[in-house]
């Protein structure tokens, strides 16, 4: 039986938990703060009109079958734990000339609501898109995203290898889908998917266009009292399988001899062995901080290697939101809206200029869950969010000081505004507002700069995360800014991933 030390308790360390628990490790976990979840947070605010309950992280579940894998393969189904409700539409979107789209699961359904918004031609093309995004996934999908891109993935995906075209390698997202597209409002929608990895839509490659296929294949998912009971369902799962679980507990360092890890030194000093360590924190965090100075010879260099390529590489990009307790119904609303401003791109331009800049016109994501666990009778409880630059203190050029009360208050203040210019006008009916910028999200889960997917996929080599296996023998890594990606589903597979090559217990 081997000792394990998994350190972080958002979704991939909790998952990463639970199936190497039940793979007949010993496996502990170590979390610095004192609640699981890492990014996928959770914010409850209890007024006299009763209590209200935000995800601070992610809000919709795409890819579910990831999730059923794993509960499946670490003991009772998923639907045990917790319930899923598929949404439909997945996303309203609403356009500055008035136009209305809504982005439905079934591929009939939605060709004939987009013929009946925009013509058959729009239509059509939006079809060939999401064909030409079918066969990205059947590329990627397999060995790819469920694999560690060692040379025997790429050995085994032989059969996949004529189908490698189809993600148009050197292409962006953008240059893709405005071949496929020539209606503004599909483009726009189709440059939505670059958040997804925290990237912009002229640097992110092709092949995310397959976000398009996984909506219409796959649908978007609500778990029912918020995003973070599936959090709870996977901790349980991981403490029931035997994980001992510890809080409040930082790791200041990982330790090795010689190019293997023999466990972590904890922040107050203490030393706990183990055979194999899995980080699940910000992977720079992980080669800069906690692995500095680890190894000798050749695996020392490749250790160096993977800090100055971390370091020299873009941050993604941040989040701002508003957590707002609203009084009565609105219309016309879905559970998650997008309200584009006319022109898109300038959004990705000021985020990513040199220097950074607040944008000045954002697309503004508003969740409003149809959820009585999550408000009181009678008001709504709205999750409003923004993609700006990270945090950074210290005059960084592709950052902002979030730490300005200021500019806190002034971004708010713009915010609420361009609700009201959108037709979702909301100040008149706050309760109250909880603002959170990047800088919360660094102080509470330790992200650095707040940049929710660490560094940016811009360009093909950029783009392929750093790997699951360190050059250290017995570091793993798993987590959203690592292989494969960002996103609850991706950081879940990570987990798989890393538990796979680590493999069962030794008897």
Partial sequence: MSAIIVIGAGMSGLAAASRLAALGHTVTICEAGPITGGKAGEAVRTTDAGCFV??????????????????????????????????????????????????????????????????????????AFQRRAALMWRAVEGPFLRGELRPTDLLRAAPRWPLLPAIAPGRSLRHVAHR?????????????????????????????AVIAHLESAMGGWYVEGGLRRLIDAVEARAV??????????????????????TGVELADGTRLAADVVVSTIDAGVTYQQLAAGLGHGARRVRLAARRRRLGAAPRSLAGFSMLLGVRGATPGVAHHNVLFPAEYGDE??????????????????VSI???????????????????????????????????????????????????????????????????????????????????IYGTAAHGA?????????????????????????????????????????????RR
């Fill in 54 to 127: 935000f995800d601070t992280g992610p809000s919709l579940l795409t890819y579910p079958a990831v999730f059923h894998e794993l509960f499946a393969d670490t003991g009772t189904p998923l639907d045990e734990s917790v319930q899923l409700r598929r949404l439909d539409p997945i996303a309203r979107y609403r356009f500055a000339d008035g136009t209305v789209l809504d982005s439905r699961a079934e591929p009939a359904v939605m060709q004939d609501h987009l013929r009946a918004r925009l013509g058959a031609e729009a239509a059509g093309d939006w079809a």
């Fill in 180 to 208: 496929y597209m020539p209606d503004p409002r599909l483009r726009m929608m189709a440059d939505r998917f670059a958040s997804y990895a925290g990237s912009a839509p002229s640097r992110i490659p092709a092949a995310y």
């Fill in 240 to 261: 029931r399988l035997g994980a001992n679980l510890r809080l409040d507990t930082p790791v200041s360092a990982i330790i090795s001899a010689g190019n293997d890890v």
């Fill in 348 to 365: 990705y331009d000021s985020i990513f200029g040199d220097p950074a800049r607040l944008p000045a016109a954002p697309a503004i994501y």
């Fill in 369 to 451: 869950p149809d959820d009585p666990h999550v408000r009181p009778d009678g008001f709504e409880a709205w999750s409003v969010l923004v993609n700006v630059p990270r945090h950074d203190a210290h005059g960084a050029r592709d950052a902002v000081d979030w730490t300005d009360p200021e500019l806190r208050s002034a971004y708010s203040e713009r915010i609420l505004g361009l609700l009201a210019a959108r037709g979702m006008a909301v100040r008149e009916r706050l309760e109250f507002a909880i603002i959170r910028t990047p800088a919360d999200l660094e102080a509470e889960t330790g992200t650095p700069g707040g940049a």
């Fill in 461 to 505: 080599i950029r783009s392929l995360r750093p790997a699951n296996r360190s050059p250290l023998r017995g570091l793993f890594l798993a987590g959203g800014t690592v292989h494969p990606g960002g996103g609850l589903p991706l950081a879940a597979l990570s987990a798989r991933t890393v538990a796979r090559a680590i493999g069962p217990a």
